[in-house]
């Protein structure tokens, strides 16, 4: 499975790469791009428009901006500038003349979102949630299938609702403990890494990858 700045590659980006070498422009399609991350997503008829302009079908066209809208989003979430995610793009072997107008629009995308304050992920602000037991179906006369219904409120305004088996929540469960664990653990190094640099810089500890002479007395 191909990665992208840690990410698995999604199958609409994986479909989006394997279009890219065919295309003879984006312009069109980065406009779109851009004034989607800017709040504005494209309507029914401009998207029809885009599709013209790039003589695509409908799904060949849907796919295509799915995934480089993809790219584009995990690419502005990263830390990397212009020259390191230059480099990522061309080993996804997106062609060369594509690569430049990609990092161009991650990086006005960045602006964008910057001047907003959209910067990063959204918060969470609420969460709501009910049990809900499956008794039977037309199949089966006895099922007694608990799952559960979530509901999120987060820090853009929006709410997003969603379902989850006791399999899949437990999945969830387990995820969530895991990086709060890993947070602490990043948490507990930091005093002990900034002390160090506090003291490189004074002068009083050791040069990176060398350790201090021992005492011998």
Same mark, same amino acid.
């Given at each position: 499975?191909?990665?992208?700045? $840690?990410?698995?590659? !999604? %199958? /609409?980006?994986?479909?989006? &790469?394997?279009?890219?070498?065919? #295309? +003879? *422009? ?12 800017? $709040?504005?997503?494209? !309507? %029914? /008829?401009?998207?029809?428009? &885009?599709?013209?302009?790039?003589? #695509? +079908? *409908? ?29 990522? #793009? ?128």
């Amino acid at each position: 499975m191909a990665s992208f700045l $840690g990410h698995e590659v !999604t %199958p /609409e980006a994986q479909f989006a &790469l394997r279009q890219l070498p065919k #295309l +003879d *422009s984006l312009d069109d399609l980065l406009v779109a791009l851009r004034q989607q991350i800017a $709040g504005t997503p494209p !309507t %029914p /008829e401009s998207f029809r428009h &885009l599709q013209r302009s790039m003589s #695509l +079908d *409908s799904q060949t066209a849907g796919g295509l901006y799915s995934g480089v809208h993809w790219l584009l989003r995990t690419a502005m979430r990263s830390a990397l500038q212009q020259k390191a995610l230059t480099v990522e #793009l061309a080993d996804l072997k997106i062609p060369q003349a594509f690569v430049e107008p990609l990092v161009r629009t991650v990086m006005q995308g960045r602006a964008t979102l910057g001047e907003k304050g959209l910067g990063g992920l959204p918060s969470l602000e609420d969460l709501r949630w009910r049990l809900d037991v499956s008794i039977s179906t037309s199949c089966l006369h006895r099922v007694l299938r608990p799952h559960l219904t979530l509901q999120c409120e987060l820090g853009d305004g929006t709410t997003h609702a969603f379902y989850a088996s006791k399999q899949r929540f437990e999945e969830l469960r387990y995820t969530c403990a895991r990086l709060l664990n890993d947070m602490q653990a990043v948490e507990a190094r930091l005093p002990a890494l900034a002390h160090t640099e506090d003291a490189r810089r004074r002068g009083t500890a050791p040069p990176a990858g060398k350790a201090p002479a021992a005492n011998l007395d």
